[in-house]
């Protein structure tokens, strides 16, 4: 039986409800809209204990910062798990292609995108840790996947990396810049995203495919 | 000849100081960064003459965002310049390529870029404004150029807007991308760069070639 240790959990619940409140504040107010007053004032918690958990603002949007690379855990689950054993390639990289932008499409995981974005250039090592963890970490994974039905001779992808890199460019050029420039998480619609992902798939294929 | 007023000269160049000194403000230190007294101090002008100006920040902002679609304009001469009676498509895309990716690579066209996209949430307007008049501006060249090839029946791209979002996603994504996570303008080699036009034109013609 785990033994009670009610100080230290109340301490994990504080943490956990001060990054909750940044998350929410750094992504709707950005790095220089957020003060640490702000985040104690949403966590309602005192000031002090924000600085107990994190020395100081800097630290907290790189821990927050981070953390969020776990939704992209779950795009490379996503990758991973797609087209087990094809008999319709075309069927499932739709399939796929449809998944993996609503995936990325997500309000939440946009506010992010822009965050790191508007924030690479003042903290360098973030933006690279992000981009490594997160970006390439799911590139990754889909070449992988390339690289594997080149063996099995369901595609021609003699280098896969460009083959992963060329397929997302295809795929989310347009929807994701539209988002990035316009501040409107929906100025596209599901029928769009659709459209865009089908079509990815179909020049994709065209250049890729082994028919 | 021309009538000398010099209260007007004078005016019109305290003015440009005034914006050249807001650009270069806004694209090293943001939106939050940047403050009227730290323009009114670069362009070596007192504060009351910036108001004069320009109203508040805001607007400073707006004025200088809408005139860096400047850069864009070439961009669209560059497109609308390329492959002219083309003998040889292949050959006249990849020169293009190089040069639009080259274009897009300047440290202040990414700078603004990032800048562009960080105040996005809050000024949509400007986003949109910029969107329309920068991004979609060279993307429909881009189409117009596509559509002249396919009916000369050097190019098979029976949606030429479709086409030119998948020609600039081949070529961008990975470029551009890196750049706006890591904050890194020269994270990628100009032999990578090429690498890059060359690849987006090999998968480009092979999915909307004719041959």
Redesign the interface.
Known sequence: MPVFVPELNRSARKRKLILDAATQAFLSR?Y??TSMDDVAALAAVSKPTVYKHFADKERLFYEIVLATTDPMSKLVGLVADAFPDTDDLERDLRAFARQFISALMQPDVL?LR?L?????????EM??A??EHG?ERALAALASQFQRLTEQQLLAAA?PE?AA??F???????PI??V?????PDATSDAELTNYAD??VR??L???GCS
């Open positions: 950005g220089d809209g506010r822009r790191v974005i508007a924030n690479a250039e003042r903290f360098p933006g690279r992000w981009y970006f280098d460009m890199n060329h997302v460019g295809l795929l989310l050029w347009i810049n539209r990035m420039f316009t501040g409107a079509a990815a020049v994709f065209r250049a890729y």
